[in-house]
């Protein structure tokens, strides 16, 4: 569809368009439908992120909907004749246009990379005069006008001044003490964490926190559980996300008519069940069946999944994904999966184990090919939309039945805009820089999904039994010593590195990803040898410049009156470059001119195999052996110390910020039935497509 609002100014937000229609039209009639009531049950999970992001999250929404189902019957559409009949200029009415895609793009008035607030530039006075078209638009803009333009809290985390969380909705601030002693309650108790909030109350002069689980059914009277706090008690409430929950099993169950075979209706059975009571035991059973749906022409991912914005980290971000696998490039990611052994015996804590079903103590002797698809996303509501996934979380279910990974190929297009340009590369290299990018980070992200978070083998104990030989433990290749620490019974890697554990994990990932990228029988899976156009050499340099680029640019994210990171990937590539710089012997520089706010990332390309990959490989094998043997206090010193941000690196971020670029936003496809048919409806990459998509998805 085309722009009509020409008199309104261009908008300079970098909007990208998650093309489908090409991989939707090599669907069958079944597979559409299946698709269609996926998708319907994904996009009905946007009220539960709203509420997940922030208080005024879900009334902004409503609002910007308002405002589009007025434009669309008084206007037809027309955004330029809605600014005239308000009395704001076109200037005004384009700004609003630009903040309201980018919420939506976000699901939220925090940006989904980085967890940081964003304001309308549209001034608030033109903003109400914009909202008085309708009663209802005046209405909820009087509800959300100061908590919207209010400069704090600016950031997510536990609540304060500076910082908000709704996963603890309460006027009474919750501490991370009392989050961990929750937890700890919760993990005794045998409920899992992730579909819940925690609100704090008082009630007979006493504190209780009462934790709100995600369910279709609710509870007139609270579930107590046993604590350890006798200054405070615990209850159990069911009925969060009550009305979301209740539609998306509703379309689940209609997907199920049109499911291709007795796994898909069993795990779309499954997550309605769990959705129902919150059980997130029958959760786990649905991932164990969906890990064994393999290769199919639809896939999906529901749930409670991610942890990166609760500020304890185990509370999870509601997410749906609905997508079309690409069987040709699938073919490319299947040939590094079975080969993926070899490269498995090349990660520092395999090496010097000369046998082919030997690993060493720290990995899975039987690596379990898993299910990896290429895939374009046909709907995709979360906060962030990312270019491939690993799941599922749960390292026991990971370890016992495996996992499955995707690369979400429509999502990758974006990273192959070479009009895209870092400010951090020499002007010499910029052109070479922006030529390999895309083909180095698309690899370095497979890497990152199947050998990152695919690998590693924890130490546990559970009813009185060990993985490991007790009487004589493995020896800790960072001390020579047996180890000494292991997850005991009932712990959780979440649970027990808490606030730490997704960025580390993240972090580990990323190591591993970088540090295969010298391998030339690796590369060469993908067609880069020696002798092409783009050579093994190319891709090994431009991914230790993207380490470096990647690492300043990840310090926008980090919040200095709260001192808070907002992003796990973000902190990970920070302690990367912070690694490199202390450990890498000078052979990568970053050089600082504060006059000009110029920051430059140089790399002595002869000495990446040697400097350059040691230096990965110490932080790689640390952050490994801290997470195998559940040492959190060994990584908290260690990690804390090199994600720090002080003196230079101060004025490192000054000048980055100086240099931020708008966040990117997506607009994404719709379906509908009409006649019988599923039909496909894409949108301009423009604000007014992205805010078009969103209101036919009537949420």
């Known amino acids: 569809m085309m722009d009509t609002n020409r008199s309104i100014p261009r908008s300079s937000l970098p909007i990208h368009q ?52 007025y434009c669309q019957k008084s206007f037809f559409g027309q955004w330029t004749d ?33 967890d940081q607030k964003f304001w309308p530039t549209i001034n608030q006075e033109s903003l109400k005069n914009l909202a008085s078209v309708t009663d209802r638009a005046l209405a909820l803009f009087t509800s959300i006008a100061e908590s919207m333009y209010s400069p704090q809290p600016s950031s997510l985390g536990y609540p304060s001044k500076e910082t908000q969380s709704t996963y603890y909705p309460s006027s009474l601030s919750i501490t ?10 919760m993990e005794t108790n045998g409920i899992l964490p992730e579909n819940t909030r925690v609100r704090k109350t008082i009630q007979d002069s006493k504190i209780v926190f009462e934790v709100l689980q995600a369910s279709v059914e609710t509870s007139d009277s609270s579930q107590g559980i046993v604590t350890q706090d006798p200054n405070a008690s615990i209850r159990i409430v069911k009925g969060d996300h009550t009305q979301e929950l209740a539609r998306i099993c509703n379309h689940l169950q209609l997907a199920a008519q049109y499911a291709a075979n007795p796994r898909q209706k069993q795990f779309l059975e499954q997550y309605q069940q769990s959705f129902q009571t919150g059980d997130l035991e029958v959760y786990k059973q649905s991932q164990k069946t969906w890990i064994r749906d393999n290769a199919p022409a639809v896939e999906n991912i529901f749930g409670f999944v991610e942890p990166y914005r609760d500020p304890y980290g185990v509370r999870s971000e509601f997410e749906g994904l609905v997508a079309i696998s690409d069987r040709e490039e699938t073919a490319v990611l299947t040939r590094l999966v079975q080969q993926s052994s070899k490269f498995i015996k090349l990660l520092p804590w395999s090496e010097g184990f000369a046998d082919d079903e030997t690993r060493g103590p720290f990995e899975k002797n039987l690596f379990e090919p898993p299910d990896f698809t290429s895939i374009h996303a046909l709907a995709y509501c979360s906060s962030i939309i990312f270019p491939g996934i690993n799941l599922p979380n749960y390292n026991d279910i990971r370890q016992e039945c495996g996992f499955k990974n995707v690369i979400i190929a429509n999502r990758m297009a974006a990273e192959s805009n070479e009009a895209d340009t870092s400010p951090f590369v020499h002007p010499a290299d910029a052109r070479t820089f922006r030529k390999h990018k895309y083909p180095a980070y698309y690899i370095w992200v497979v890497l990152h999904e199947l050998l990152g978070h695919g690998t590693g083998r924890m130490m546990t104990e559970e009813n009185g039994n060990f993985n490991f030989d007790i009487e004589n433990p493995p020896i800790n290749p960072l001390t020579g010593l047996p180890i000494t620490s292991w997850y005991r019974p009932g712990q959780t890697w979440t649970g027990v590195f808490a606030d730490l554990a997704t960025t580390v994990d993240e972090c580990r990932a990323e190591l591993v990803g970088a540090y295969l990228m010298d391998n030339t029988d690796l590369l060469a899976l993908f067609g880069y040898t020696s002798s092409t156009e783009i050579t093994t050499d190319d891709l090994t340099y431009n991914m230790y410049i993207q380490l470096g680029v990647d690492g300043l640019r990840g310090l926008q994210n980090f919040n200095v009156e709260a001192e808070k990171w907002g992003q796990a990937h973000s902190r990970a590539h920070f302690a990367m470059l912070k690694c490199l710089l202390r450990d890498g012997n000078g052979f990568l520089k970053v050089h600082c001119d504060s006059r000009e706010d110029q920051l430059t990332v140089s790399v002595d390309r002869a000495r990446i195999k040697t400097d350059g990959k040691q230096a990965l490989r110490g932080m790689l094998l640390k952050l490994h052996m801290y997470r195998c043997t559940a040492d959190v206090d060994g990584c908290r010193e260690y990690y804390e110390d090199l994600s720090k941000v002080d003196s230079d690196y101060l004025e490192w971020r000054r000048i980055v910020l100086a240099k931020k670029k708008p966040k990117w936003i997506f607009v994404q496809a719709n379906t509908f039935i009409r006649d019988g048919e599923v039909a496909l409806q894409e949108y301009e990459a423009t604000p007014s497509g992205v805010i078009r998509s969103w209101a036919e998805r009537e949420i």
């Open 18 to 69: 998650l093309s489908i229609k090409k991989a939707f039209d090599g669907l069958t009639s079944k597979e559409k439908l299946y698709a269609h009531y996926l998708a319907r049950a994904a996009w009905s999970g946007t009220k539960i992120i709203l509420r997940q992001v922030s208080p005024e999250s879900n009334d902004i929404f409503d609002f910007i909907m308002e405002i589009y189902r």
């Open 82 to 114: 809605l600014s005239r009949a308000s009395g704001i200029t076109e200037m005004d009415m384009g700004s609003f246009l630009e903040y309201a895609a980018s919420f939506l793009s976000n699901v939220g008035n925090y940006y989904g990379s980085g």
């Open 176 to 185: 991370a003490e009392e989050a961990a002693n929750i937890s700890r309650a």
